[in-house]
């Protein structure tokens, strides 16, 4: 068999495979009926899958592994590699590792302090979870939201559990301080929150218990008709005061309870719209009052109006009610009637009063008086030329003027 040559290896005649080394060859195996050149490349690819290897863990150590992983893995390679059955540069392989060993050292520390500063973050994110729980614990239950109480609880909790489950662990002794008052901060929470529940549930009930009442009462009214709606009022007015039932029940009871209203305003209807009916002649007959009374707004005869006014309103009470949708707008025309013929007697006695027109009279005198002196002042004034002293008599002139017009 011919002798076979490689860089890193050779085949004997007897088809043994030989690798070289720093201190000689070494037999690393043979491979059966194959050619020289298929057993030499057999061991190569042992050799290859070393390297592999090395290789890969190189690629760990870069990417942040473990370094009591990689320590293991050197160890454990390392060993694979001294006595491989492979041909190739295994010094090299070797070498390589070494260099590995040499960084352990520097990846644990790095890796310890990273470790380190990722405790510290959690312990930080965990103290920030509890004074929040915490927090929400030390708030007035009474005023509390509960809803969105529960809501941040259960938030919060979730983020508990998470920091837990994907955190880094923390030292025992504070991870249970962290828990004990996390925990001490939620059981108060749920202790708060059964009490206040259970308080509405209490007040819910008794809520219920008034509105079915109210309810029964209701519908009892139902034979009455339109004559029992200032009852329903009033317990429409009780109604609002008895409080919530909850917001389905509530809705539920106040259908019964408006239904029952519902049945008496149907009923009032009924009676209005034969009323309606029934007064509609009396309208007609109201409307050709007012149409014959307006000539009253321009009345200027005192007595004649309060005459007519009278007889106009003789004639309105007789004719009797209008429909209750036209009563508004009637009774404001009348209205306008009965306000222009008033004004007629309040003119007639303000200008009639014996005291008003002695008033009146000496005031006027005094006006007169003011006036005349005022006018020779100002004849006075013009003739020095004093423009200042011309100014403030006119305008005195002109008020006392004005005053003695109003006076008539």
Same mark, same amino acid.
């Given at each position: 068999?011919?002798?076979?040559?490689?860089?890193?290896?050779?085949?004997?005649?007897?088809?043994?495979?030989?690798?070289?080394?720093?201190?000689?060859?070494?037999?690393?195996?043979?491979?059966?009926?194959?050619?020289?050149?298929?057993?030499?490349?057999?061991?190569?690819?042992?050799?290859?899958?070393?390297?592999?290897?090395?290789?890969?863990?190189?690629?760990?150590?870069?990417?942040?592994?473990?370094?009591?992983?990689?320590?293991?893995?050197?160890?454990?390679?390392?060993?694979?590699?001294?006595?491989?059955?492979?041909?190739?540069?295994?010094?090299?392989?070797?070498?390589?590792?070494?260099?590995?060993?040499?960084?352990?050292?520097?990846?644990?520390?790095?890796?310890?302090?990273?470790?380190?500063?990722?405790?510290?973050?959690?312990?930080?994110?965990?103290?920030?979870?509890?004074?929040?729980?915490?927090?929400?614990?030390?708030?007035?239950?009474?005023?509390?939201?509960?809803?969105?109480?529960?809501?941040?609880?259960?938030?919060?909790?979730?983020?508990?559990?998470?920091?837990?489950?994907?955190?880094?662990?923390?030292?025992?002794?504070?991870?249970?301080?962290?828990?004990?008052?996390?925990?001490?901060?939620?059981?108060?929470?749920?202790?708060?929150?059964?009490?206040?529940?259970?308080?509405?549930?209490?007040?819910?009930?008794?809520?219920?218990?008034? /509105?079915?009442?109210?309810?029964?009462?209701?519908?009892?009214?139902?034979?009455?008709?339109?004559?029992?709606?200032?009852?329903?009022?009033?317990?429409?007015?009780?109604?609002?005061?008895?409080?919530?039932?909850?917001? /389905?029940?509530?809705?539920?009871?106040?259908?019964?309870?408006?239904?029952?209203?519902?049945?008496?305003?149907?009923?009032?209807?009924?009676?209005?719209?034969?009323?309606?009916?029934?007064?509609?002649?009396?309208?007609?007959?109201?409307?050709?009052?007012?149409?014959?009374?307006?000539?009253?707004?321009?009345?200027?005869?005192?007595?004649?109006?309060?005459?007519?006014?009278?007889?106009?309103?003789?004639?309105?009470?007789?004719?009797?009610?209008?429909?209750?949708?036209?009563?508004?707008?009637?009774?404001?025309?009348?209205?306008?009637?009965?306000?222009?013929?008033?004004?007629?007697?309040?003119?007639?006695?303000?200008?009639?009063?014996?005291?008003?027109?002695?008033?009146?009279?000496?005031?006027?005198?005094?006006?007169?008086?003011?006036?005349?002196?005022?006018?020779?002042?100002?004849?006075?004034?013009?003739?020095?030329?004093?423009?200042?002293?011309?100014?403030?008599?006119?305008?005195?002139?002109?008020?006392?003027?004005?005053?003695?017009?109003?006076?008539?």
């Amino acid at each position: 068999m011919a002798n076979e040559q490689a860089p890193w290896g050779r085949v004997g005649d007897d088809g043994t495979v030989y690798v070289r080394e720093t201190d000689g060859e070494r037999a690393v195996g043979s491979y059966p009926d194959a050619s020289p050149e298929e057993a030499l490349a057999y061991f190569e690819r042992k050799f290859v899958e070393l390297q592999g290897q090395v290789v890969l863990l190189e690629q760990r150590v870069r990417g942040g592994a473990p370094a009591a992983d990689v320590s293991k893995a050197i160890t454990s390679l390392t060993e694979s590699i001294s006595g491989a059955n492979a041909v190739g540069d295994l010094a090299s392989l070797t070498e390589r590792l070494g260099k590995l060993t040499g960084s352990i050292g520097e990846l644990t520390e790095k890796q310890s302090a990273e470790a380190r500063a990722a405790v510290d973050a959690a312990i930080a994110e965990r103290e920030v979870l509890v004074a929040q729980v915490e927090a929400l614990a030390a708030q007035d239950p009474a005023k509390a939201q509960w809803k969105q109480v529960s809501t941040q609880l259960d938030e919060l909790f979730g983020r508990w559990q998470a920091a837990q489950k994907d955190g880094p662990r923390l030292p025992k002794p504070v991870s249970d301080e962290f828990w004990k008052r996390f925990r001490a901060a939620r059981t108060n929470l749920e202790t708060h929150r059964k009490a206040f529940f259970a308080d509405l549930d209490s007040t819910h009930k008794e809520a219920r218990g008034r /509105k079915q009442e109210l309810i029964d009462k209701a519908e009892a009214l139902a034979g009455n008709g339109a004559a029992a709606i200032p009852d329903y009022r009033r317990m429409l007015d009780e109604w609002k005061l008895a409080g919530r039932a909850g917001k /389905k029940v509530d809705d539920a009871l106040w259908a019964k309870f408006k239904a029952a209203g519902d049945a008496l305003y149907a009923a009032k209807a009924e009676v209005d719209a034969k009323e309606n009916e029934e007064f509609a002649g009396n309208l007609e007959q109201k409307l050709e009052l007012l149409t014959e009374a307006e000539k009253l707004l321009t009345a200027s005869d005192r007595e004649q109006a309060k005459k007519a006014l009278l007889g106009i309103q003789r004639r309105w009470d007789a004719i009797g009610k209008v429909p209750r949708d036209n009563l508004r707008a009637v009774e404001d025309r009348m209205r306008q009637m009965e306000a222009a013929v008033k004004k007629l007697d309040d003119d007639h006695w303000s200008k009639s009063d014996p005291e008003k027109q002695a008033r009146s009279s000496g005031l006027a005198a005094q006006l007169t008086g003011a006036i005349e002196k005022l006018e020779k002042e100002l004849a006075a004034a013009t003739a020095a030329g004093d423009t200042r002293k011309i100014k403030d008599a006119q305008e005195a002139l002109a008020s006392r003027k004005l005053l003695l017009g109003a006076l008539g």
